[in-house]
């Protein structure tokens, strides 16, 4: 009989794709997916590290699953990704009913280690070398890039995609977990790249963005020849039936000339570009090693207002960064003020076992303090958002059309016509009427009204060819 599996996710779009794959590997092992946890016969939890609170999450639901697990000692739980790595046996301790750990850089082996819980074997740990373990070679082995399949059905639409070009992280930014959850940076190899964007294509997707953790510092050397993530997108651009290019997380120091050309002149490219920022203070920047000055930080975007105007670039921000003060906090604000990002991700500094802060900054930051600073940030950024947001009313802008809205998804929508969503190229999101057919569809929507976070339009007649109308980038 076919194996029920219910796979739950948490984190960032690398874990997104990775359970993905985890679907994808074990459909072909003869598990179908189940969206009730009752119903499963194996519930995967995909968890992340990066935030106390986001292990939190997975502790709370671990203990939901206590009471599942004991009344069904028959199936089977396993805790994959970050806090696998990071926790290891740790996890037992906490939840020894647990029957597999597998960290990101061993999921390669996930349809293999669930049959050795079957046959008896448990628990399964499967983690990779720690980055202080052995020699280089060793370590970068250890951790395994898991790109076997694509499971369209496991994707938020049909039409977009997330494709992983990088592993790891070498830049050790010294409040981050992530160099050693998911090990060295390594990039994969193009060719294999550009086989699994065609593969996509044919699946019908539309919009391909491509992963790393520093996805502009992406190289690969083979035969004395070294590609980049430009060379990249030169490549997959000539994939017809793609529209739309896009690259996450970018690291400013890796901002070349070459790839805002790229951007620039290859028109599938979203002018979209994610570059976290972090703190408008040197002095922190220096303690967090991000290895850029605010001065430098500046010189990037002149780069980017120069060579892509009318680009959105976001950023991420920490605050409450051991040793911040109010100054540094409200050089924080003078930068947003100045940068005026699309949007920022903003979060409160989370101590992690295992970096460099943990080990030699205090936490020094009262939760109150990290708190004010956060709601401060937010207000500004959402303020700006809105006025950048409204430069487009009035204007028609370019959609890839993902499906229902939230807001349709909330109500249960039905009929003819419901409210859909997309993204423009620069990534602003747009609800509009529309039939569900459009869904997958590059359609010009006209803007009305907007929100910090939203534009709302009318879709243009369709009797307009959309290569007719004054699209406005985005
Ligand atoms: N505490 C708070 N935020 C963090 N981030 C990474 N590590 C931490 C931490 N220890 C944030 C950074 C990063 C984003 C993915 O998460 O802003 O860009
Ligand atoms: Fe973490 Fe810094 Fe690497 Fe980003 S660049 S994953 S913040 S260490």
């Known amino acids: ?118 046959a008896g074997e448990r628990p399964q740990l499967a983690v990779s070398l720690a980055r202080t373990a052995g020699p280089r070679a060793a370590i970068r082995r250890s951790h395994e890039t898991f790109d076997p399949l694509r499971d369209p059905t496991m994707r938020p639409t049909p039409f ?74 030169e490549r997959l651009h000539e994939i017809d039936a793609l529209a739309r290019l896009k690259f996450v997380t970018n690291y400013p120091r890796d901002m070349t000339p070459r790839l805002l050309e790229t951007v620039r002149d290859l028109p599938k490219c979203s002018p979209y570009l994610h570059v976290p920022l972090q703190s408008g203070s040197n002095a922190v920047l220096s303690r967090m090693k991000r290895g850029y000055t605010v001065e430098q930080y500046r010189e990037m975007m002149h780069r980017i207002w120069d060579l892509l105007p009318g680009a959105a670039v976001s950023s991420d921000f920490i605050v409450g960064f051991p040793g911040e003060t109010d100054e540094d906090f409200q050089q924080t604000v003078t930068a947003v003020r100045e940068f005026r990002f699309k949007n920022s991700f903003i979060f409160k500094y989370s101590e992690r076992a295992g970096t460099k802060a943990a080990e030699r900054l205090r936490d020094d930051v009262p939760d109150a303090v990290k708190q004010a600073r956060n709601r401060e940030l937010l207000v500004l950024q959402d303020a700006i958002s809105l006025e950048d947001n409204r430069r487009f009313l009035d204007t028609t802008v370019e959609v890839l059309v993902e499906g229902p809205s939230k807001e349709s998804r909330r109500r249960g929508a039905e009929g003819p016509i419901l409210q859909l969503t997309g993204r423009t190229p620069c990534d602003r999101i747009v609800v509009f009427d529309g039939p569900l057919r459009h869904a997958g569809a590059l359609l010009p929507v006209h803007i009305l009204d907007t929100t910090p976070h939203t534009l709302v339009g009318r879709l243009q007649p369709v009797s307009v060819p959309p290569d007719l109308v004054q699209l406005q980038h985005g």
Not at 99 to 114: E, F
Not at 181 to 205: K, Y
């Open 160 to 233: 977009q995609a997330y494709l992983r070009i990088q592993i790891g992280c070498d830049k050790f930014c010294t409040y981050c977990v992530v160099p050693m959850t998911r090990g060295p940076e390594q990039g994969r190899p193009p060719d294999d790249i550009l086989r699994e964007a065609r593969v996509l294509a044919d699946q019908g997707c539309r919009e391909i963005t491509l992963l790393g953790q520093t996805v502009n510092s992406y190289r690969y050397d083979q035969d004395g020849r070294s590609t980049c993530l430009a060379d990249l997108l």
């Open 1 to 118: 009989m076919q194996k029920r599996l219910y796979i739950q996710t948490v984190g960032c779009q690398m874990n997104v794709l990775d359970s993905e794959m985890v679907v994808a590997a074990l459909r072909q092992a003869g598990y179908g997916l189940t969206h009730s946890v009752e119903a499963a016969d194996t519930v995967l939890l995909n968890t992340c590290s990066v935030r106390q609170h986001a292990e939190d999450k997975v502790y709370s639901l671990l203990g939901q699953l206590r009471t599942w697990k004991r009344a069904h000692p028959d199936r089977v739980l396993g805790v994959l990704g970050c806090m696998a790595q990071k926790e290891q046996e740790r996890l037992l301790d906490r939840a020894p009913f647990v029957d597999l750990i597998v960290g990101p850089g061993q999921l390669c082996r996930i349809a293999q280690l669930l049959a050795a819980v079957a």
